[in-house]
């Protein structure tokens, strides 16, 4: 059975970067909800449109919305290992991620969280300059405000299942990188 990691963490918390190296380096098809999303919203779809109110509040685009679009993207890649990038994020998506992953054969391996505090969070998104539309300050404090209430609770959940990888995501893309290794041995 091929594995399954997801990683989890605030916003710039590094996943996105984390989630590229490890496909460089371990063959890893990365899916990217917030990436996903970017793309339809460019592409003028329908769900492109949908998504892009919550988006550009800071909140979560609706759980079903989500799940119909990973399901999608799981059935493609049957046979590749998989890491999920910004998905799940709450405790519907995990719930979800789950059922959807046992109907076709898989289960979840691990779930790393790449810790970093609020502080951080905001000063490192306050200088770069990706041109996002959510980077705003009081967008930025939106989204961290809802990692805290419907993303955190994913932590104890992982946990409980035994799941949960910590890492120290406050020091540079390299020695993240080497943390999140270590985890997934
Ligand atoms: P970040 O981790 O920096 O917030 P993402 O690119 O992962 O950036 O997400 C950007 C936005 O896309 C989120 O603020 C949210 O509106 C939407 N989004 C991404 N993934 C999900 C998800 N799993 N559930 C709901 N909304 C999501």
Known sequence: MQPTITLLGPPGSGKGTQAERL????SFAALATGELLREARA???ELGRRASEY????DLVPDEVIIAMIRDELASLDDKPVLLDGFPRTVAQADALARALGERG?????????DVPDDVVVERISRRHQDRDDDSPETVRERLRVYHRETEPLVAYYGERGLLRR??????AESVNAEVRAALE
Do not use: P, Q, S
Request: zero cysteines; hydrophobic letters at 40%; glycine letters at 20%.
């Open 23 to 26: 496909g460089e380096e371990h």
């Open 43 to 45: 592409a003028g779809t």
């Open 55 to 58: 988006m550009d509040r800071g």
């Open 106 to 114: 898989r289960k979840l391996d691990a779930a790393v969280l790449i």
């Open 167 to 172: 890492v120290d995501g406050a020091g540079d």
